[in-house]
């Protein structure tokens, strides 16, 4: 029996811009000299989907996983055969959203992890949702795979939801001063690399530039999500 062709399961409007970054990297990052060389994609941008930090900080009662399933279970009829999700706190409700379908779902948390690893990082610090650092995927992540790691002081976290809830996701400028104080907390802490384990941080990365001291999550899950079509990415 033939193999499946890949195609590529978006779930995104996770925030909407973060989903159409993901996109927009499969496509840069796609060793491709035609439109015909590049992943097959379908693309789930439902913005409405409730607040998925509210919900697991018990902030809200609209549970954003019955839309979550709806949606992936609606890109595999459309085709998909892997889903990704270009959004970390999302990943509370991995293995629930996993074992309810028939396709596999890429792990931005674990893939992300690995990377640092790989790395040879033994001490990683989180920037991430309150949400995500509630649902303690990443901590979880890290004991697993034997690596320390370094989460905000209460103040800097509370600074860093409002970087994001309050900056990038209304269109914002940053303010790249505080968030650089922040992550100077998380090496006085002795991480040696910190995570951006939320994908509006990401795109400070892309409109802003940063070192190698962030590991980019939606990077990681990018390039995972190529190979993962039998491809090898190219630009990173």
Known sequence: MTEKHPVVGILGGLG?????????????????????????????????????????????????FTIMEQDA????????????????????????????????VLNMVELTVAQAKA??????????????????????????????????????????????????KPGKPVDLELFRSIAAGLKDQGCQRAVLGCTELSLIKRDYGLDDFFIDSSEVLARETIRACGKEPIGF
């Open 16 to 64: 909407p811009m973060a989903g159409v970054y993901f996109y927009q990297m499969l496509i840069e990052h796609t060793p491709a000299r035609r439109d015909q060389d590049h992943l097959d994609v379908v693309l789930s941008g439902r913005a409405t989907t409730p607040d998925r930090t509210a919900y697991i900080l018990n902030e809200s009662r609209e549970d954003p």
């Open 73 to 104: 279970q609606n890109l595999v009829r459309y085709g998909a055969t892997m889903i990704a999700i270009p959004c970390n706190t999302a990943h509370y409700f991995y293995d629930q959203l996993a074992r309810s379908l028939t396709v596999p």
């Open 119 to 168: 790395q040879g990082c033994t001490r990683r610090g989180i920037l991430a949702a309150s949400g995500t650092v509630a649902s303690c995927t990443y901590p979880r992540a890290c004991r697993d795979a034997g690596l320390g790691y370094g989460l905000p002081s209460q103040r800097d976290q509370d600074a860093l939801m409002e970087i994001i809830y309050g900056q990038i």
